[in-house]
């Protein structure tokens, strides 16, 4: 059974940090671009970043370039997305997805085809 298990979510004030995490498991994701969405009560979700198999190549949406950072662990089966300069504006449930193709720019959240459950994250002002 193919599993994403997000964690790291929480309530922080503006300024502050977070790391979310996301654990796969049930099948090999070496070869998947990995991704974070974020989505808020009544909207769609929002694509935040992605990044390639081999970590080399990423990509952010520009409300988060410079704030945040996307990584993986592929040792450790593990996406991370390190969270700098919170706002209230990036609160969101956090969802990490994963899809079979080499290209990182894929925005369109019905194409992914693994997804986690989300976490929570409240930005404080």
């Known amino acids: 059974q193919v599993r994403l298990v997000e964690s790291g979510g929480g309530l922080v004030q503006t300024g502050d940090s977070l790391r979310l995490s996301c654990a796969t498991s049930g099948r090999t994701f070496d070869k998947y671009t990995l991704g974070w969405f974020r989505r808020t009560p009544g909207k769609d979700p929002e694509y935040v970043a992605s990044?390639?198999?081999?970590?080399?190549?990423?990509n952010y949406i520009d409300s988060v370039r410079g704030r945040f950072t996307i990584s993986r662990d592929n040792n450790k089966n593990t996406l991370y997305l390190q969270m700098n300069s919170l706002k209230p504006e990036d609160t969101a449930t956090y969802y990490c997805a994963a899809i079979n193709t080499e290209t990182i720019m894929v925005f369109t959240p019905s194409l992914w085809d693994y997804w986690g459950k989300g976490t929570l994250v409240t930005v404080s002002s």
């Open positions: 990044i390639g198999w081999n970590g080399d190549n990423t």
